[in-house]
């Protein structure tokens, strides 16, 4: 009688998890449209430095961002690639929750 349980008991557990929290499909199709959408609205810094109508603090800090970006790569040897050359404003709003 134990032997048989045991499956049900399992398939029960599964059904449980696999209806909750991250992987409910309707949560996970949320969280790749939002992050679609932080990848579709960032911009190239270089436009933005570039932009007269852009906001003078902002391209103050983006410049610096950007020659500690060339520090990394000609004096610390780091790879460039596409990193750390895109920007997104977020208006002090957070784009994730760390939940502990």
């Not at 045991?6 to 992987?23: E, H």
């Not at 906001?55 to 800090?61: E, F, H, I």
């Not at 950007?66 to 750390?84: C, P, Q, S, T, Y």
Request: positive net charge; glycine residues 8%.
């Amino acid at each position: 009688m134990r032997l048989r349980a045991a499956p049900l008991a399992l398939a029960l557990t599964a059904l449980v998890f696999l209806g909750s929290g991250c992987f409910e499909s309707r949560y996970l199709a949320g969280q790749a449209l939002g992050q679609w959408h932080l990848f579709r609205v960032r911009e190239r810094i270089a436009d933005i430095l570039d932009d007269p109508n852009a906001d003078a603090v902002l391209k103050q800090r983006l410049r610096l961002a950007m020659d500690a970006r060339k520090f990394g790569i000609e004096v610390l040897g780091l790879r460039g690639g596409d990193n750390f050359t895109r920007y997104l404003a977020t208006h002090g709003k957070p784009i994730a929750w760390n939940i502990t």
